[in-house]
């Protein structure tokens, strides 16, 4: 069956870096599209970026210039790339395959001084 494995958090200060990762499997990996969404406490969960089966990227205006969404294919695993992160970037971080209704777990991001 489809699992979405999501990697890579914790915690790190303001103006600092963090790779999340999402390991895929149960479907074929390369032919879908990919997003990572995030859910900061009392809101709902928001698009933070999508990357095409192609390789095309779509951000959030929050994070477009500070995040980077990647895919490596041979390894099935999605990659987010965050810089310059902010308090406000707190969030539990989720991959999914959309439209699919496949959800990982969630990976915790704390930014904090």
């Known amino acids: 069956q489809v699992q979405l494995v999501e990697s890579g958090g914790g915690l790190v200060q303001p103006g600092g870096s963090l790779v999340l990762s999402c390991a895929a499997s149960?479907?074929?990996?390369?032919?879908?599209?990919m997003s990572w969404y995030r859910r900061v406490a009392g809101k709902e969960r928001a698009l933070v970026a999508t990357?095409?089966?192609?390789?095309?990227?779509y951000y959030a205006e929050s994070t477009k210039g500070r995040f980077i969404i990647s895919r490596d294919n041979a390894k099935n695993t999605v990659y987010l790339q965050m810089n310059s992160l902010k308090p406000e970037d707190t969030a539990v971080y989720y991959c999914?395959?959309?439209?699919?209704?496949?959800w990982g777990q969630g990976t915790q991001v704390t930014v904090s001084s």
């Open positions: 990357i095409t089966s192609a390789g095309s990227t």
């Open positions: 999914t395959r959309p439209h699919s209704g496949y």
């Open positions: 149960g479907f074929t990996f390369s032919s879908f599209a």
